[in-house]
């Protein structure tokens, strides 16, 4: 059998103002002393809130850990730090769209002031992923990476198909990250797709 390998996909998209309508903004405060945080560099913007509208969509679990978030005044990168895990996997958590281990319940527990049976209560199930997002999305910047795959996608699958065969790009074994870039033409967000590639089998 083939031997499996990874493959990298990333796409800068210039940053644009637009606020996507899956969040709302509110003004930097102080972060409470009750959190006892490592060093971290504040973000020079809003963070990022849950809309009620969603909230429908979302697991119990949701409106909670966004409460504290909004508390705390914490970006998604500050809590990643005091979890040990990746910001895009804290938010996905945030939303339901990943499963909380037992190690993640306690360190959210702690940086987000939430009792931990609280916590256990509402994280400790499997996730119903898939079910906060509309097709095609409505939001403009979560449109704007639909529009990428429109584009792009059967230009993806040629190139991949021409360096790894006959196969498909993992979304279980599977990260991403967002980093940030600027230069003389302005910022450019650079999100990066890690994926363990799959070759179908012969049967």
Do not use: C
């Amino acid at each position: 059998m083939a031997s499996l390998s990874r493959t990298v996909l990333s796409t800068r998209l210039a940053a644009r103002a637009i606020v996507p309508a899956t969040t709302r903004l509110t003004k930097p405060t102080i972060a409470s002393r009750s959190f006892q945080s490592t060093s971290f560099k504040m973000s020079q913007h809003p963070i990022a809130t849950l809309q009620e509208d969603l909230i429908p969509r979302l697991p119990p679990s949701s409106p909670i850990l966004f409460e504290a978030k909004k508390k705390k005044n914490l970006t998604f990168e500050a809590i990643a730090k005091e979890v040990g895990r990746d910001e895009v996997a804290i938010a996905a958590l945030f939303y339901g769209q990943a499963m909380a281990s037992s190690e993640d319940i306690k360190a959210l527990s702690k940086v987000l002031d939430i009792p931990i049976d609280r916590l256990e209560w509402h994280l400790s199930g499997f996730p119903d992923r898939g079910r906060s997002l509309e097709m095609p999305p409505k939001d403009p910047l979560v449109y704007r990476l639909y529009e990428i795959v429109q584009n792009y996608g059967y230009a993806y699958k040629a190139v991949l198909n021409e360096k790894f065969g006959d196969g498909i790009m993992s979304a279980i074994s599977f990260s991403t990250k967002i980093e940030k870039e600027t230069d003389e033409k302005g910022e450019w967000a650079v999100i990066t797709l890690r994926g363990k590639w799959l070759p179908y089998s012969r049967f």
